[in-house]
Structures are given as C-alpha cells and as structure tokens.
C-alpha cells in the first residue's frame, strides 16, 4: 500500500551522495523544505565515500584532449596502467565512445577546460562556506597535491601544463631533488613532477559528508531511506517521485544520483548519455605516515592519499557499466604499483568498486530540466565531483531561489545533447 504524502514549498532531493548533500544543505539555509531520498545511508557506499579525497581546484584540462586517442591502444595493453575494459560491456558503450571521440578536438577539449575551470575557481570557497559551521579539524589538509612522472611522460604534460598557465592556474613544476624533499619516502624512479600548492585533500572523506549530513538534519532537513524508482508529473507539473514505500508530491524535484541519474532521467524523456568510469581503492592500515599529501604516477595513472584509513590507493579507469562484478585483476595492478612506489607495504584491505559520473565532454549536467520546469539536475561530475559538491550544491540552490548565480550556466545544461 503506498501512502501519499503531500509537502508544500518543497524540494525532494534523490540521492545523497556529495552532490545531493550539498544542495540538500544550500536549500534548508535558503529557508526551503527539503526532503533527501536515497536507498542507502549517505556516504556508505557510494563514489562520494571511496573517492581519493581530492580537492582539485586546479583540475580544468579534461580526458577528452587530442592526444589521448593516440594512447588509449597501449593504455589498455598495459599491464600496470589505468585502462580497462570489461568486453561485455564494449558494445553497449560504443554511442558514448563516438561522443567522446568527437569532443576530443582541441576546440571542444578547450571549451571544457574553460567552463571546468569556471566552476572548478568557485570550489573551495564554496567548501569554505560550509565548513564555517561544521568541526573539520583534522579532517582537511591544506599541503597541495603532487604528480610525478618519468621521462615517458613529459610529452603530455606539456600540453596540460600550458593550459592551465593560459587560466591562470597556480602550478609548480618540480626537479627529482624537489620531489624528493616532498616526500622523502616513496622510490626515486621519477624524472619530473609538479606541485598544485592551493589543493586539498580529505583525511576522511564519509567523515566529511556524515558532518554536512548532520548538519542539514539540524538545519531542519528530512531524510528518508527509500529506492526512488519513478518520476512523473501531476496536472500541474509539481514532481511525483515514487520509491518502494510513498509516493511524495514536490514543488521542485533535484536529480543527484551519481553515475545511476540516467534510470530517472530517461523516464522524463531526456537522453542524456550519462555512463559510468568505474574506479577502485584499497587500503593500506596504518601507513599513512609514508605521505604528507596525496600524490599521483601518472605513468601508472593512480594515486595514493594519505588517510585515517591508512594510504588509500586508487585507481583505474574501467568501462564496464554499473552491474558487472568488480575486477580482481584491477585491485592486484593497484596493490602492485603501491608496491613499487613503497616496498615496504604488505598486506591490504578494504577492496572497493566505485561509480564516476561521466558525461563524453566531461561537463557535468548542472541545471533544469530540459522538458520539466520544476525538475533540476546535478550529476555527471566525473574525477572532479568530490571537488565541486559545495559549488554545485550551490548553483542548484540559487537557481532554485531564483537568485542569480552571475555564471555563464549554458553549458552545463542537458539541452547541449538534444
Ligand atoms: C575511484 C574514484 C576516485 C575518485 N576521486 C576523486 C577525487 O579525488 N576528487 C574528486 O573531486 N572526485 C573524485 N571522484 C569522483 C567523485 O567521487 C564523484 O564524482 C562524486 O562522488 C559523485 O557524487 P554524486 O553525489 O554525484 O554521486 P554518488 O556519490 O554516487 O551518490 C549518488 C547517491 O544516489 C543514490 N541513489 C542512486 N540511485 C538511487 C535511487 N534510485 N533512489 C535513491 N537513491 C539513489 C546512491 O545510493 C548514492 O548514495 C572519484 C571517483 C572514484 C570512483
């Protein structure tokens, strides 16, 4: 039997991940009467909980760059590097592979560095904003991230770093000597490396969201633990959202599930090709100390936070979708390259599959709904949407106040894949 619950001046929020929790939070300070839905308790398990913790401002330059489709073959023949494929999967992803070829021209890979970048300035101070009324101490490190790298890969950091010095992106690129004094414990096989000193990075990551969740509840926020499994409209447009319990009739309804928004917004009629980047962690107990702040091979594309968990180690970029079982080959390549970086680990734990949001130009999709005014969007954040919660959260809560924002918002909107 379903109960019909009605709320007036209200927002249902589905999902609550970093993006869902965020906007849940920006809402409740504006005064609106927000409900949060998601099927499991926040951040247990989701992207926003295994995520490597990264605050990337700095991160514009996107995947999709000219010179990616001459590496992707031996990316994917390596046996140590990020890429891999689950084959059962190839054939559903070959509309969003042709997508992400065709934006992979300079011209478009510039027109996404330039409205990342955009969003990307705005997201720490939005963090900030927020973290004025929670305790983060001791939960967010201010050190900077740092890539490093050997000869083989000089090439294409030529390309990103002149991009990010023509936005004005603050970096420091560093000798071995340098690299060494940073982080004096990890094996000199580098020849390169650069320092990105206005990062941060998380020491808990599901610490955080638990503390903004707690936050939201005592700002008045509600939370329900339900599957959302429809959307559909009432005669005067107002969102009915469905879960395996209710049905809740909203003013305004926000879409933020992750990488699984795509279920609902191919009920409303939009065809966003929204798929997933499947990406994995584990961790090393108690050896954190090793690293100060977190740090990226890019030869190797993975990188290793130091965390209350110990080093987290993670990685891979997996096209495979949502259901297939996760890979053990791909936790034995992390588990292998934290070895050669550290030879001193030994055992690991926690083995972890995540879902990255990932759109073909790697825009996220921020802002109303193409065919429904009171439907909003906040997804497809890809590698960066741990860093853009506070900013999206609050985007979506000055469009839904009707203030304005002062960005250039049309690119992030679903209507570019019309
Ligand atoms: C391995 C890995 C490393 C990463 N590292 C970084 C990093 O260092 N820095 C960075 O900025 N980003 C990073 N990211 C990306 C970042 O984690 C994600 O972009 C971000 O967490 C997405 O947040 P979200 O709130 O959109 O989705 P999610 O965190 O996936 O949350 C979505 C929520 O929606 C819920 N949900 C889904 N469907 C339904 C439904 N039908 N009904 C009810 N609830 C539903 C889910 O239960 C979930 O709680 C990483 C991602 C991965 C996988």
Redesign the pocket.
């Known amino acids: 039997m379903y109960e019909d619950v009605q709320l007036k001046s209200s927002v249902g929020v589905?999902?609550?991940?970093?993006?869902?929790?965020c906007i849940s939070l920006c809402l409740v300070k504006k005064g609106f009467k927000v409900t949060l839905?998601?099927?499991?308790e926040?951040?247990?398990?989701?992207?926003?909980?295994?995520?490597?913790?990264?605050?990337?401002p700095y991160?514009a330059v996107p995947i999709n760059r000219p010179d990616i489709l001459v590496d992707i073959p031996s990316m994917l023949l390596s046996s140590t590097g990020p890429l891999a494929l689950k084959w059962n999967y190839v054939p559903k992803m070959i509309p969003w592979f042709l997508k992400f070829v065709k934006n992979c021209s300079r011209k478009n890979m510039m027109h996404t560095a330039k409205y990342m970048h955009q969003i990307l300035d705005l997201a720490l101070p939005a963090y900030d904003e927020l973290f004025k009324d929670i305790d983060i101490s001791g939960l967010v490190e201010s050190k900077g991230i740092m890539y490093f790298w050997t000869k083989k890969d000089l090439k294409s950091r030529e390309l990103e770093n002149n991009i990010r010095d023509q936005l004005g992106v603050k970096q420091q690129l560093l000798t071995p000597h340098e690299i060494h004094d940073l982080e004096p414990k990890i094996k000199k096989i580098y020849h390169g490396g650069v320092l990105y000193p206005n990062a941060r990075?998380a020491r808990n990551?599901r610490k955080i969201l638990l503390k903004l969740f707690d936050l939201f509840i005592k700002r008045g926020g509600r939370f329900e633990k339900?599957?959302?499994?429809t959307i559909s409209f009432s005669s005067d447009n107002k969102p009915v959202v469905k879960?395996d319990l209710k049905f809740y009739t909203f003013e305004k309804a926000v879409i933020?599930?992750?990488?699984?928004?795509k279920?609902?917004t191919d009920q409303v009629n939009e065809k966003i090709p929204l798929d997933t980047?499947?990406?994995?962690?584990v961790h090393f107990k108690g050896h954190d100390y090793l690293l100060s702040r977190?740090v990226i091979f890019l030869n190797r594309g993975f990188?290793i936070?130091p965390m209350e968990q110990g080093l987290r180690v993670?990685?891979?970029v997996e096209f495979g979708g949502l259901d297939n079982p996760p890979s053990k080959k791909r936790i034995l390549n992390l588990v292998n390259n934290a070895k050669y970086l550290f030879p001193e680990l030994r055992e690991h734990q926690d083995e972890?599959l995540?879902?990255?949001?990932s759109l073909p130009d790697f825009l996220p999709v921020i802002g109303p709904s193409k065919n429904h005014k009171n439907l909003f969007y906040?997804?497809?954040?890809?590698?960066?949407?741990?860093?853009?919660?506070a900013i999206s959260g609050k985007i979506i809560a000055e469009i839904i106040a009707k203030e304005n924002t002062n960005l250039d918002l049309s690119p992030y909107n679903s209507i570019r894949f019309s």
């Open positions: 589905i999902g609550a991940g970093i993006q869902g929790i839905i998601d099927r499991d926040p951040g247990k398990n989701s992207a926003s909980y295994g995520n490597a913790g990264h605050f990337s991160a990075h990551p339900q599957n959302v499994q879960t933020a599930c992750g990488a699984f928004s279920k609902l980047e499947r990406g994995y962690h977190p990188g936070t993670v990685g891979t972890w995540g879902f990255r949001p906040s997804f497809g954040h890809h590698h960066l949407g741990w860093t853009l919660g």
